[in-house]
């Protein structure tokens, strides 16, 4: 995703960071974060099958980290089941269980750019 400057990618981190605190729930496997040209990308991958929770959850977390940029900045957020295949990076991994945890469906992950 790389066209960004090291504040932006800082700021973003910490939101994500924020956003999360006691929005982990059983089901989210991890959630990456990539931020270009003022758009911010969240992924969030869950057990299988996808949920409304769980698109309601990732929209919630989204709104934190969205309202904490200034105004002009848009937000894509994405939920994917983990059964789509490897898990795959943007800028960061913002958060993401242990393999152990996540179970022997969890595909591997791929690393970003």
Not at 32 to 40: A, D, F, L, S, V
Not at 60 to 74: H, K, M, N, R
Request: proline content about 7%.
């Amino acid at each position: 995703m790389n066209a960004h400057t090291s504040n932006e990618l800082v700021e973003l981190k910490c939101s994500i960071q924020r956003a999360l605190v006691e929005q982990v729930t059983e089901r989210l496997v991890a959630v990456t974060c990539g931020i270009k040209n003022k758009g911010i990308t969240i992924i969030g991958y869950f057990d299988d099958p996808v949920t409304d929770k769980d698109v309601e959850l990732l929209s919630d977390i989204a709104g934190e980290v969205l309202a904490d940029f200034p105004e002009g900045y848009t937000l894509d957020e994405i939920v994917r089941s983990v059964a789509e295949g490897p898990l795959e990076a943007l800028d960061f991994w913002a958060f993401m269980r242990a393999p152990s945890a996540a179970g022997p469906d969890v595909p591997p992950r791929r690393e970003g750019p």
